[in-house]
Every structure is written in structure tokens, then in C-alpha cells.
């Protein structure tokens, strides 16, 4: 059973940064894809950005692209560092998991098996 566990949320003011992690703990993540999810209130929950355990291939959303930056050490944590911070930023932010996720369904929600608790992070104007 894969175990996600996040922790880094807080509040920043705009232009800021932050450092999300998420510690998993698990028999095995050869061929899981790692992914960060975000949702606002009264929003959908939508992709940020993901990584594959194997080949290390990442993803990002749009609207992320230059100022998110995601990367995993050798102790089974996944991080999302976070720069330029903007008030459209503010959301829960989730990490997921899950095998064999095709290219195609990276952005796809339901294609993860495993989420953590959520961290919240708060950008102000």
C-alpha cells in the first residue's frame, strides 16, 4: 500500500516561494507516475505538475511552466518548489500516485490510485 503524506503549505505574499513535499512510503514505485494537484474552492481539482519514478519524465501545467519545478531524492520524497507565487496560486495542493500512467492521462485525476491529505497554500496580493 502506497502511503502519501505532504507537508510545506503556508502563506506567502505574490512573487514568493514555497517548497511542497510529499513522503511516500510503499513496497515499490518502479513504473508510478508522481503527481501535484491543486484545487480552489468551488474550483475542480486541476494538474500542476508530475514525474515518473522510472524515467524521471515531467510534466507541467500551463499555467505553471518557468515557476514550478518538481524533483524526488533518494529517500522517497517528492517535491514541488514553487517560485513567482501568484493570488491564482492559493488552492489545497494534493499529491497523488499511481502505476502505469500513460503520457495522455498525466493531467487525468482519477488515473491516480493514491493521494495525500492535502497542504494548503495562501498567496497574497
Known amino acids: 500500500q502506497v502511503h502519501l503524506v505532504e507537508s510545506g503549505g503556508g502563506l506567502v505574499q505574490a512573487g514568493g516561494s514555497l517548497r511542497l513535499s510529499c513522503a511516500a512510503s510503499?513496497?515499490?514505485?518502479?513504473?508510478?507516475?508522481f503527481g501535484w494537484f491543486r484545487q480552489a474552492p468551488g474550483k475542480e481539482r486541476e494538474f500542476v505538475a508530475s514525474?515518473?519514478?522510472?524515467?524521471?519524465?515531467t510534466f507541467y501545467a500551463d499555467s505553471v511552466k518557468g515557476r514550478f519545478t518538481i524533483s524526488r531524492d533518494n529517500a522517497n520524497t517528492v517535491y514541488v518548489q514553487m517560485n513567482s507565487l501568484k493570488p491564482e496560486d492559493t488552492a489545497v495542493y494534493y499529491c497523488?500516485?499511481?502505476?502505469?500512467?500513460?503520457?495522455?492521462?498525466?493531467?487525468?485525476?482519477?488515473?491516480?490510485?493514491?493521494w495525500g491529505q492535502g497542504t494548503q497554500v495562501t498567496v497574497s496580493s
Open positions: 514525474f515518473s519514478w522510472t524515467g524521471g519524465h
Open positions: 497523488a500516485a499511481g502505476p502505469w500512467i500513460v503520457d495522455d492521462d498525466v493531467p487525468l485525476p482519477n488515473r491516480y490510485y493514491h
Open positions: 510503499g513496497p515499490t514505485f518502479d513504473y508510478y507516475t
